[in-house]
């Protein structure tokens, strides 16, 4: 099964911080690969797919790179309302299954 | 709009069953596969299955394979999963997620979750 492993699991930032958040496949993935955020006690919403492509309503200061193993997540400039737990999520496998990162917490600092 | 609408929380014994059903509108139910994905206190998500609402076929996690079973029901709307023989550790927010057409095969919709406790 394929792993992910995001790093780093918590970050304190302050308003305004670029923010950048990693995720590692444990084998590569080519660019199946997805990000969400979520709030405590919501649902996860969708943020970035296929690794660099935004998600529709979703602001353009959140980004995704990356292909293969190594993947990004940046937030240009943090906003009050992103301070949340980000998931990776990987859909390559043959046959598809689907795998997430552990999730890394976005704090207030 | 897109609605993923779940039934409610339930409590179970240790070696009971639950069924959590998901109902969907806003979009064509027959087009788009639902996963369903759990997530125990404090932990990551974690994908337990998927069904293809046209036809019917099933993928199961094989940490769940044996315990699990998706179905869906056109005429309702409602896809639903149960999850047989419960363990204290299958305590957890059981999420539907309907999965878009976009490339990388993301979960572009989510119901509100359902809580299942298990407890004796």
């Known amino acids: 099964d394929i792993q992910m492993t995001q790093s780093p699991s918590s970050l304190s930032a302050s308003v305004g911080d670029r923010v950048t958040i990693s995720c590692r496949a444990s084998?590569?993935?080519?660019?199946?690969l997805n990000w969400y955020q979520q709030k405590p006690g919501k649902a996860p919403k969708l943020l970035i797919f296929?690794?660099?492509s935004l998600q529709s309503g979703v602001p353009s200061r959140f980004s995704g790179s990356g292909s293969g193993t190594d993947f990004t997540l940046t937030i240009s400039s943090l906003q009050p309302e992103d301070f949340a737990t980000y998931y990776c999520?990987?859909?390559?496998?043959?046959?598809?299954?689907?795998?997430f990162g552990q999730g890394t917490r976005v704090e207030i600092k | 709009q897109v609605q993923l609408v779940q039934s409610g929380a339930e409590v179970k014994k240790p070696g009971a069953s639950v069924k959590v059903s998901c109902k969907a509108s806003?979009?064509?139910?027959?087009?788009?596969?639902m996963h369903w994905v759990r997530q125990a206190p404090g932990q990551r998500l974690e994908w337990m299955g998927w069904?293809?609402?046209?036809?019917?076929?099933?993928k199961y996690s094989h940490k769940f394979q044996g315990r699990v079973t998706i179905t869906s029901d056109t005429s309702a709307r409602t896809v639903s999963m149960e999850l047989s023989s419960l363990r204290f550790e299958d305590t957890a927010v059981y999420y539907c997620?309907?999965?878009?057409?976009?490339?990388?095969?993301?979960?572009?919709?989510w119901g509100q979750g359902t809580l299942v406790t298990v407890s004796s």
């Open positions: 999520q990987q859909s390559y496998s043959a046959p598809r299954t689907w795998t």
């Open positions: 806003g979009y064509s139910f027959n087009s788009y596969a």
């Open positions: 084998q590569t993935i080519s660019n199946y």
């Open positions: 069904i293809n609402t046209g036809n019917g076929d099933t």
């Open positions: 296929a690794a660099s």
């Open positions: 997620a309907k999965m878009g057409e976009a490339s990388g095969f993301p979960f572009d919709y």
